[in-house]
């Protein structure tokens, strides 16, 4: 499950401040600005994989064009997280499902991937 947050970014002495103003707690430093990247991905799938083993809603990311930040000292950019990576309770539970019998086929016919899909459909459903 990838997920996709504006992260600020502040020139420091040592490199590169950076939060996000979505994600309460997710904050990180890095000595370049790729440097600054990866840690901030880092930082973001820490915090958004917590709050889904507690169960929390993870925050609606804001829109880039909609984030305040000073321009003179700071710049805005999206940070992106695959949280499959960060999440510790990787086990997979096997489901019974019935759908209807044309419907079966047709996705056999197209190589469907059962588990790929409902897997996919309750993570839009859930907004997650």
């Known amino acids: 499950m990838k997920k996709v947050y504006p992260a600020i970014f502040e020139e420091d002495e040592v490199g590169y401040g950076i939060y996000f103003p979505d994600v309460e707690g997710a904050v990180t430093q890095g000595d370049s600005i790729q440097n600054g990247l990866e840690m901030a991905s880092d930082a973001l799938g820490i915090i958004l994989a917590d709050m889904l083993e507690s169960g929390e809603d993870l925050p609606k990311a804001s829109k880039i064009n909609e984030v305040s930040y000073e321009e003179n000292e700071q710049f805005v950019t999206l940070v992106s997280v695959d949280l499959t990576d960060y999440l510790k309770d ?8 019935t759908i209807p019998h044309w419907l079966n086929m047709r996705a056999k016919q197209s190589g469907i991937n059962f588990s790929e899909t409902l897997t996919t ?3 839009n459903k859930l907004n997650l």
């Open 121 to 123: 459909a309750l993570e």
């Open 90 to 97: 990787g086990k997979l539970d096997k489901k019974t499902i």
